[in-house]
């Protein structure tokens, strides 16, 4: 199994409130139901206020390296994707367990 770990960071002046961010959390929530290749799915909202912090989280997991690059490939990623780039950046780690 391969966990996708993807951190979210909302641009300055760009909040958990603002229409985009608002359809990007639901885009990535509705993930979950959309791509057969996800074993597991959970995202949300960060809920501590410490600086370091990133603002969005997902975590999710895959049978292998051939998923998760249909899982990123998939339109409904891509396009959920599409959207925060426009409101944020992120960072990701892959690693199996």
């Given at each position: 199994m391969i966990r996708h770990l993807a951190l979210f960071k909302l641009d300055e002046g760009v909040g958990r409130d603002d229409?985009?961010?608002v359809a990007g959390a639901a885009a990535f929530a509705a993930l979950g139901g959309q791509i057969e290749d996800l074993r597991h799915w959970e995202c949300g909202w960060n809920i501590t206020e410490r600086p370091i912090a990133?603002?969005?989280a997902i975590n999710s997991a895959?049978?292998?390296a051939d998923a998760l690059k249909r899982y990123?490939?998939?339109p409904a990623h891509q396009a959920a994707a599409a959207q925060w780039r426009e409101f944020a950046t992120w960072v990701i780690a892959d690693y199996e367990f």
């Open positions: 229409p985009r961010a990133h603002d969005f895959v049978e292998d990123l490939e998939h």
